[in-house]
């Protein structure tokens, strides 16, 4: 069945750092793959998300690239700041042209400091 | 716009009571999802529907556990009876029809059973 792994956290970063969280998938098809945060007491929120290969999602200096030779959906920013402290999820969603239930990630804690 | 409401948003009961979480989708969408998320087991898909109809239950726990929906605007999760082990974060979430479309979460519901 379809899964998604990305890497184990907690991933402890300094403002101004550059983030990378990896993403891979398995998965029949061709998925539409997203990247949700979840903040400290809240629920789940979109951050990106790209739906063909070689699309790149981007938000809030956030970026991803679907890269269907690799099978991944690596998460980026280039300078983080202390308030991107979150949990990040990796998602996909498919096959195409049925239902869009998400398949998640294990999450990825991220912590900046100053 | 209303995003997904659920309530209550935290619930404190004991061992052997029903508790059942309430969840609004956002109007118009299609469908509609029920997600636990723990710390052991991370995010879970319990059932979802598509307009008003159980599509997929096969990650129900067990018979404790049950879902309605009822109308386009209202479902329902509930356990009876309530166990430790259930307690975690409820999420409810809905999307429009077909995949790739963003499923948006509601701020969960907060269950500890005691």
């Known amino acids: 069945g379809d899964s998604v792994t990305q890497m184990e956290g907690p991933v402890t970063l300094s403002e101004e750092a550059f983030l990378t969280i990896n993403c891979t998938y398995t998965?029949?098809?061709?998925?539409?793959l997203f990247w949700y945060v979840q903040y400290p007491g809240e629920g789940l929120q979109l951050l990106l998300k790209?739906?063909?290969?070689?699309d790149k999602g981007s938000n809030k200096g956030f970026e991803a690239t679907y890269r269907k030779e690799t099978t991944s959906f690596h998460l980026e920013k280039g300078s983080v700041q202390v308030s991107d402290s979150a949990v990040y999820f990796c998602?996909?969603?498919?096959?195409?042209?049925?239902?869009?239930?998400?398949?998640f990630g294990t999450g990825t804690r991220l912590q900046v400091t100053l | 716009d209303a995003g997904v409401i659920q309530s209550p948003r935290h619930e404190v009961t004991e061992m052997g009571q029903e508790v059942t979480l309430r969840c609004k989708p956002i109007?118009?969408?299609?469908?509609l999802f029920w997600y636990r998320q723990t710390m052991m087991r991370g995010l879970e898909l319990l059932i979802y529907?598509?307009?008003?109809?159980?599509?997929?239950d096969s990650g129900m726990p067990e018979d404790r556990f049950s879902a309605k929906m009822p109308n386009a605007s209202f479902s329902t999760l509930k356990i009876q009876p309530s166990e430790p082990r259930d307690s975690a974060v409820y999420f409810c979430?809905?999307?429009?029809?077909?995949?790739?479309?963003?499923?948006?979460f509601g701020e969960g519901s907060w269950l500890t059973v005691v």
């Open positions: 979430a809905s999307s429009l029809q077909g995949p790739g479309n963003t499923i948006y």
């Open positions: 998965a029949t098809g061709y998925p539409s």
């Open positions: 790209a739906t063909k290969a070689d």
């Open positions: 998602a996909l969603s498919g096959p195409s042209g049925t239902a869009s239930k998400l398949t």
């Open positions: 109007s118009g969408h299609d469908y």
């Open positions: 529907f598509n307009n008003n109809v159980p599509i997929d």
